[in-house]
């Protein structure tokens, strides 16, 4: 999601009481993977792809943060949950020097929380959480040679390559982004410089327009369904998309005024199986509210029917935000010993087993 200045001050709480209603989800096949996203490590990233690396918050209670690693490992045990995405800004990563190398402080410290994840026995999605830019340049478009962000990639597929359940995103949310043949010659370096290393993970390309699942069949698509593994196949090459339900789809207001259904997730389901692909809804999310509820379910419930093509789903967002004041909160909160799950974790995110 964009996290804008006016949804930082715009904060509310609400909650309110809804029956979920479990039992009627069960019966579909089911997506392979429900998660929740664990932000925190990208606090301070603007929509420009300006990241204040003073101001994130690591989800790490022995960095005196949010525990995230107890969120993880609540929502793998009690909630059935196999996925999470782990945000974090590319300036915090290489420690503000373009093209550099990985900051081994501030990797390490992101790397704890990965390794936490991979822990739970979950997938974990790296997240560069940088729209494309680099302090409001576009990356291969006036901004970083695509040489630069393909190093980044090289150097955490060096990293990782070892680790089958972790899932490199390339980039979270492009946007405004000119030139669409260009970008996906962007994410293709990406696509090479990583599989030069890791062979088969999984690789989540982002489109223009917020990653978003709605513009994907007619203006991103085209252009990303060129996007090739060097030796010419498609294997683990997944389609990224975000979907937010809010009546600007900017995943910044509680009320839900839509189940993104028959405009979106529908034509992107023939999109995807006419063309042989898959996608994952690596963001979307709701406030805790009535509406939200209803929809989300509804939204989730269409992408469980058609598991041949949706490989799951993510919500925004766990991690460091306050489950008290933070509009979209998947926050678990404890309660002694136990686990609280937010109003709408509780009523569309749980995967039954
Ligand atoms: C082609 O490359 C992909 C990605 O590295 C790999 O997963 C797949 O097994 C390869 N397929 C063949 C036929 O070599």
């Not at 997506?31 to 990208?42: E, T």
């Not at 990563?93 to 990797?107: H, P």
């Not at 370096?189 to 699942?213: C, F, H, Y």
């Amino acid at each position: 999601m964009y996290f804008t200045l006016l949804s930082a001050v715009a904060l509310a709480s609400r909650a309110c009481a809804f029956p979920a209603q479990p039992e009627a989800r069960a019966a579909a096949a089911g997506v392979q993977f429900v998660g929740v996203n664990i932000a925190g490590f990208d606090f301070g990233c603007s929509i420009q792809g300006a990241c204040d690396v003073t101001r994130i918050s690591p989800p790490l209670s022995n960095l005196g943060g949010a525990d995230g690693v107890g969120q993880m490992q609540h929502f793998y045990k009690d909630d059935g949950m196999n996925i999470f995405r782990l945000p974090v800004g590319w300036q915090y990563l290489v420690n503000n020097k373009l093209g550099g190398t990985l900051d081994s402080g501030n990797f390490g410290r992101y790397d704890q929380l990965m390794q936490a994840c991979l822990k739970t026995g979950a997938y974990c999605m790296v997240d560069i959480h940088n729209y494309a830019r680099w302090n409001g340049q576009i990356i291969g478009q006036g901004g970083p040679p695509n040489t630069q962000f393909a190093n980044l990639w090289s150097q955490i597929a060096t990293k990782y390559a070892s680790q089958q359940k972790i899932i490199f995103g390339v980039v979270n949310e492009p946007h405004d982004v000119p030139d669409i043949d260009k970008w996906a010659d962007t994410v293709q370096e990406v696509v090479t410089a990583i599989r030069a290393v890791a062979k088969t993970q999984m690789i989540a390309l982002p489109g223009n327009d917020w990653t978003s699942a709605k513009m994907m069949p007619t203006k991103s698509g085209p252009a990303l369904l060129k996007v090739k593994n060097p030796n010419g196949t498609y294997d683990g090459l997944i389609i990224d998309v975000h979907k937010y339900l809010d009546s600007d789809n900017s995943g910044t207001h509680t009320e839900c005024v839509t189940d993104n259904i028959g405009d979106t997730f529908q034509p992107l389901a023939t999109w995807l199986k006419d063309n042989n692909r898959k996608a994952i809804l690596s963001e979307t999310g709701g406030g805790n509210t009535d509406s939200c509820k209803k929809y989300m379910c509804q939204q989730l419930d269409f992408l469980n029917q058609n598991s041949d093509v949706f490989l799951g789903y993510i919500g925004w967002s766990a991690g460091s935000f306050s489950s008290s004041t933070y509009e979209l909160s998947e926050v678990p909160t404890k309660n002694g010993n136990s686990w609280v799950d937010s109003a709408l974790v509780k009523a569309c995110f749980t995967k039954k087993k």
